[in-house]
């Protein structure tokens, strides 16, 4: 079992930046890789950023250039930094994890096991 638990979200202007953390906790060591999700009021859930324990990378298209994943093992913690924001990053965003290695680039809801409870992030125009 993996508890995941996001903080730092809020409410920025665009163009302006955020940092999401999520801790995580319990059977870490068996944890292959984490991503951040995000749904939008009204909208399904979908993949913004995942990492991989060998450090992989990859990105959804509307977040390229401007959100960087990333982790820090020896805290177990994840992070995402969110710059030049839109307000069509408007959304509920979710730290997952899953012991999975088959498809470590895999950024679809199905494929994570492990979510936290979620941080709001409000982006005003």
């Known amino acids: 079992q993996v508890q995941l638990v996001e903080s730092g979200g809020g409410s920025v202007q665009a163009g302006g930046s955020l940092r999401l953390s999520c801790a995580a906790s319990?059977?870490?060591?068996?944890?292959?890789?984490m991503a951040w999700f995000r749904q939008a009021p009204g909208k399904g859930r979908e993949g913004v950023a995942v990492?991989?324990?060998?450090?992989?990378?990859s990105y959804a298209d509307s977040v390229v250039g401007r959100f960087t994943i990333s982790q820090d093992n020896g805290k177990n913690t994840l992070y995402l930094q969110m710059n030049s924001l839109k307000p069509e990053d408007t959304a509920k965003y979710y730290c997952?994890?899953?012991?999975?290695?088959?498809?470590?680039?895999?950024?679809?809801?199905?494929?994570?096991?492990?979510w936290g409870q979620g941080t709001q992030v409000t982006v005003s125009s």
């Open positions: 997952a994890a899953d012991f999975n290695r088959r498809a470590w680039w895999s950024l679809s809801v199905s494929d994570f096991g492990y």
């Open positions: 319990g059977n870490t060591h068996s944890i292959f890789r």
């Open positions: 990492i991989a324990s060998d450090g992989s990378l």
